[in-house]
Structures are given as C-alpha cells and as structure tokens.
C-alpha cells in the first residue's frame, strides 16, 4: 500500500542568524492524521523550524509544500488563514479579557458591524465543553490559573478557522510543549482532544521534554542535533534510550547515572526552620526544617501550594503567620533582600518573568544578585566580575561560553543555567529550585540535577520542587508532600518511598 501524501513536507530548509547557521538543510514531513513528534536537545533547532514554518522568521533556502502547492509565510498570520495554528508554551493571551473573548479574539461573531456577545458566549462554551472543562467562559481569563489558561490557549488554537467562513480550517496543528503547566488530568483531557483531531485528519506537530508522553501520544518522531536533521523514526521503532544517544550525539544515559546515586546520610544540623509559616489564600501554616546539605523535595500536584511554600521562605510573599529562623537566628522574610542577606537564593519556576533579563547580557545577568547583595554604591571590580562570570559559565557548561550574549537569544537550559550562576555566585547556605527542569532538555536536565546532588555533597541546602516524582525521589532526602495549600506529611527518602507512595499520601491527605 502507497504511503499518503504529506499534508506539510519541509526541504533543505536553512535559517541563519548573525554568526550561526540554525537550521543546516533540514527536511521533515507530516502526514494527515498522525500525531508527529519533533525532539532534539534545546538548541537544537525545534523553535527555529516551527518560526520559519509559521512565518515568524524568513527562510534562508529550502521549500516548503502544503498540501502539495509551494507556500512561504511573511507572517503568522497568513500561515494561520492557510491552516496552520500554533499554541506556543508560553501563554499569549490577555489575562484583562473573559475566556470567550480571548477564544475569539480577533475573530468575533458580528452583524450589521456590532459583534454578537451571546453568540459569541455561546459558541466558547461549546468549545470548552469540548475539552472538557468546567469554566465559566464570561469570567475574566486572569480568574484561572496558568493550566487552565494554556488550555484556552489551545482551544482557541483549535477554534481557529473551524466553522468561521475565514480561513481553511485546521490543518496543521503545532503545540510547542503545551503540557509544561498542565497536571496528569489535565494532560490527559488535552490527549483525548488530540487524537480526536488527529481522527478527523489533522496533522500534529507536538513538542515536548517530557518523553514519556511522546511515546504515550505520538506515531512519528523527527531527531534534531545542533540544527541538522538526525533521522526521522516511527515510535514504536525506537527506544528512548535509543533516542537520548540520538538527541545528545553520543552514547551516554546521563539520567541512569543518577538513579544510580545513592543519597548521602550524613546532613548537618538545622539550618532553617519555618514554624507556623502561612499566608492567607496562599497555604495554610506550616511547620519545616531544613538540615545543612540536605536535599528536601516538595511534592504536589498542581496548586498545592509548593510556589507558595518557596516564595514565604524568600519573603517574596509576606506571611501572616509564623516565623522563620536560619542558623538559630529568627530573620523576618518580609522581602527578598531579607531572605538574601540570611543566605535564601530563590529561582522562580517562571524564569522570564520573574528571573532572567532578556535584554541584559549573559555577564549582567549572572552578576545581577551578588550586586545587589553589595550594593549599587559599591560596584564589583571589572576584573574580578570577570573572574567569577568565566567560573560560572566554564562551571555549569552555559553555551554559547560568550559572557557578552544577549541571555535572551539562549536556550532554555542554558537560559536556567544563567539563573543558577546568578545564585550560585553569592555561595548561598539554602537554594530553592521551582521547576529547574521545565522545559529544558534531557542532557540540561541530567547537568542540574547532578549540579544539585554536588552542591548537598559540599554541604549546600536545597529546597527541591518538581512536577515529576521520580525527580524528586531521584535527589531528595527527605520529601515534603502538599495538598489544597497544605503540608499534610514529611517523607524520609527511602526504598519503600515510590511514586505511588507519594500520590497515596496525596490522596489521603495524610502521612501512611
């Protein structure tokens, strides 16, 4: 039997930024009806295929067909009326606007010019239905939190050019790691709306770190490493082990030599202790100790309160309750600087909008903290700031190793890395880490976590939160387990403490 035609095939494609080749004459294909994984490490050049395709950045050389006739976009836009919708993983909706409106931006209902608010109202609720959630589409889009805002983000992706008379319908579906803020359930509700489109004949284009849902949801998978086309496999032809040598290039399981670390025993004694620790609408008092070189893992679903938790214990939040105390002396935690001064460092698990500077340079970035801790009267010396950015990047492998890039125009590993040498540099006694790993690769994943396990074994304390379990049992002393803005147990790492273990007390709600 003849294979289909491909509803999208790219050929040759080049992309060239001042100084780097991109994309060095890449093809890849899709076909109707299937769901198409596209992998490779960040950097790789994922983004950069997906902005060239949608019209986002110009093609430097190759072809691109669409069902079958040359296409070639100067905007998203016009990528869209012909088809080919994209939600990208960070949310670009407006939080000002009800769900409905933000649906239909753009594309609203009218009559005799006046747009037609029931109408409208009434057609969002029926898309939402469709994926199964329970929201109020007249409320504001700022009344959801992220999970529920990124599905919006699809729903209106897939409502694009559906029955509207604009646009071709959609062919072409492009999620850019659309699951990186969902939780299981809400993963799931997004899988089932995917393979209902992928029966209706729409091809997807999925992008994801997490590689157990690439081999759970996808039929194909494109290799991308440092902007070339590796190889393009069926799934079920390739192993994930199989894929990582793929992806990184050499034949190296970097997250098997963590499962094989056996956690240190020998923590020190208390150095912070939280008693009573709470914050109205935040998570409710709590009691926490955290011991010199121990690592401690929150674990939680999704608003369990683990941000909540980490952002008291920096004074990023002001609490309304308790206390904290470091090494025996009670410090306030009204503000950041607090925490700064008692030797907290905080990374956000939102790096861009509450970490990073974009348009700063990778130096400036790094040495952001250490000179606010000194003070803006007191500059560092030029040399000496050299000295320590060189560390840092030759310390944690930042690529490009160019201290006067724009950390902006990184990957997102490398962009995580930048953040931890910005706290790394002031040599802090506790690192909270939120989500240090989303949406970062699997060689950077491998590169942090095992950073982590190093930074306990010299007697640094780290506050650990993850979404992934095996994560958090993977580098954890002791685990903190939440639920509805509680802290509802205290694990002792172990070989009785599973995932399934964990979800279990989640369930409960209470220490088994």
């Given at each position: 039997m003849a294979e289909p035609r491909p509803v999208l095939e790219m050929t040759g494609i080049v992309k060239e930024f001042p100084g780097v080749r991109a994309l060095s004459g890449v093809d890849f294909?899709?076909?109707?009806?299937?769901?198409?994984?596209?992998?490779?490490?960040?950097?790789?050049?994922?983004?950069?295929?997906?902005?060239?395709?949608?019209?986002?950045?110009?093609?430097?050389?190759?072809?691109?067909?669409?069902?079958?006739?040359?296409?070639?976009?100067?905007?998203?836009?016009?990528?869209?009326?012909?088809?080919?919708?994209?939600?990208?993983?960070?949310?670009?909706?407006?939080?000002?606007?009800?769900?409905?409106?933000?649906?239909?931006?753009?594309?609203?209902?009218?009559?005799?010019?006046?747009?037609?608010?029931?109408?409208?109202?009434?057609?969002?609720?029926?898309?939402?239905?469709?994926?199964?959630?329970?929201?109020?589409?007249?409320?504001?889009?700022?009344?959801?939190?992220?999970?529920?805002?990124?599905?919006?983000?699809?729903?209106?992706s897939v409502s694009t050019g559906d029955g509207d008379g604009e646009g071709q319908g959609t062919k072409v579906l492009v999620l850019d790691e659309p699951t990186s803020s969902l939780d299981r359930d809400e993963v799931l509700e997004l899988f089932r709306l995917m393979r209902r489109l992928k029966d209706d004949g729409v091809a997807i284009l999925f992008v994801s770190h997490f590689l157990d849902q690439i081999y759970e949801i996808c039929d194909r998978m494109t290799v991308l490493r440092n902007g070339t086309l590796v190889g393009e496999h069926m799934v079920s032809d390739l192993d994930q082990v199989g894929l990582i040598q793929l992806m990184i290039g050499k034949e190296l399981d970097k997250l098997e030599e963590l499962h094989e670390h056996q956690l240190r025993a020998d923590v020190g004694e208390t150095l912070l202790h939280a008693e009573g620790l709470g914050r109205t609408g935040g998570i409710a008092p709590f009691d926490l100790e955290i011991k010199k070189g121990e690592v401690v893992g929150l674990a939680g679903l999704l608003g369990s309160g683990r941000t909540e938790l980490a952002r008291l214990l920096f004074g990023a939040d002001q609490p309304d309750s308790g206390k904290v105390t470091v090494d025996d002396k009670q410090v306030p935690m009204n503000a950041p600087n607090d925490a700064i001064g008692a030797g907290v460092a905080f990374c956000s698990e939102n790096r861009k909008a509450e970490g990073l500077v974009p348009d700063l340079t990778v130096r400036e970035n790094i040495i952001l903290a250490l000179q606010a801790a000194r003070g803006w009267t007191r500059p560092i010396p030029a040399a000496q700031r050299d000295e320590l950015v060189a560390k840092y990047i030759k310390a944690l492998d930042i690529r490009p190793a160019n201290p006067e890039a724009r950390v902006g125009q990184l990957s997102g590993g490398n962009q995580q890395k930048v953040l931890l040498a910005r706290w790394l540099i002031t040599q802090p006694k506790l690192l909270i880490l939120d989500e240090p790993t989303r949406g970062i690769d699997i060689g950077a994943k491998a590169e942090i976590q095992k950073l982590v396990v190093s930074l306990s074994e010299d007697g640094m304390s780290v506050l650990y939160i993850a979404a992934e379990l095996e994560e958090v049992l993977r580098l954890s002393h002791t685990i903190g387990v939440l639920r509805d803005r509680k802290l509802v147990a205290r694990l002792t790492n172990g070989p009785e403490i599973t995932p399934s273990r964990i979800l279990e007390t989640i369930a409960s709600g209470e220490h088994q």
């Open positions: 294909r899709l076909f109707p009806g299937e769901i198409h994984a596209l992998m490779g490490e960040n950097g790789a050049g994922k983004s950069t295929m997906i902005k060239v395709l949608t019209g986002v950045y110009s093609l430097d050389g190759g072809t691109i067909t669409l069902d079958g006739k040359s296409v070639r976009f100067a905007s998203p836009l016009q990528a869209q009326q012909a088809g080919i919708n994209t939600v990208y993983q960070e949310v670009n909706l407006c939080p000002n606007l009800s769900v409905a409106e933000n649906i239909f931006i753009g594309r609203e209902p009218t009559r005799f010019g006046r747009i037609q608010w029931k109408r409208m109202r009434k057609e969002a609720a029926e898309l939402v239905d469709r994926l199964g959630l329970d929201i109020d589409v007249t409320a504001p889009l700022s009344a959801y939190p992220l999970a529920v805002q990124q599905l919006v983000a699809i729903v209106r």
